[in-house]
């Protein structure tokens, strides 16, 4: 079946500094979304990407999905402690409801 | 209205007991998802319903039982659980194939 692979699993950073995590899959995805989690809350939905190639922005985050569909990346410019969090992609499968998560970065910030 | 409730925000229940959780939205969403959260992993799809209808049953075992009162309510009624189902049950809605909106989650204690 599908996998979902994100890398690295957590990354300790000092505010200010940037962050990437990236995200791969064994198939080609419809879409890929990104969803931000918080300490002791719930996972919260930031983007959905579908084009081959496609290069969104929100204020400091940077969302690109690969021209094969299959691997995507969150660059976070200048990070902040409001960052703080684990960040999940996650693949739709061609049968449209099935999104598949992958196991998510856990972003540190020491001020 | 762009939230999803959950209640109860925690429950305790012992092995014999049965309870239920109870999630609701008003974004006019088609679609609705249980899914089950234990710490530092992703979320794991537990059962999709499609226009009040169950579309996905990713095998979950029948001592959870989801049902759809109708587009805005789900439900996931508990019978018999052991320890290992303590987990964070979330519930999310979403339009057709787009990004989840989750609600804050019930955090379940089996005794």
């Known amino acids: 079946g599908q996998q979902v692979m994100q890398i690295p699993q957590y990354q300790h950073v000092q505010e200010g500094e940037d962050f990437t995590t990236y995200c791969n899959s064994s198939t080609t995805l419809s879409n890929i979304q990104w969803y931000k989690q918080r300490p002791g809350g719930h996972p919260v939905f930031l983007i959905q990407l579908v084009k081959s190639g496609e290069v969104k922005k929100q204020k400091r985050l940077t969302f690109q999905f690969g021209e094969a569909k299959k691997n995507s990346s969150l660059h976070i410019t200048a990070t902040q402690t409001t960052d703080v969090g684990t960040y999940f992609c996650?693949?739709?499968?061609?049968?449209?409801?099935?999104?598949?998560f992958g196991p998510g970065t856990s972003l540190s910030v020491i001020p | 209205d762009t939230e999803v409730t959950q209640t109860p925000k925690h429950l305790v229940m012992g092995m014999t007991n049965k309870k239920s959780l109870k999630c609701e939205q008003h974004m006019g969403h088609r679609a609705m998802y249980w899914y089950k959260q234990k710490a530092k992993k992703p979320p794991e799809l537990m059962f999709v319903y499609s226009y009040e209808k169950l579309s996905i049953n990713e095998s979950v075992p029948s001592r959870f039982s989801p049902e759809c009162p109708n587009s805005s309510l789900l439900n996931l009624h508990l019978h018999a659980l052991q320890p290992e189902d303590s987990a964070l049950y979330l519930c999310?809605?979403?339009?057709?194939?787009?990004?989840?909106?989750f609600g804050p989650g019930t955090r379940l204690t089996v005794l």
């Open positions: 996650a693949g739709l499968e061609t049968s449209y409801d099935k999104v598949i």
């Open positions: 999310a809605s979403s339009q057709d194939a787009a990004g989840r909106f």
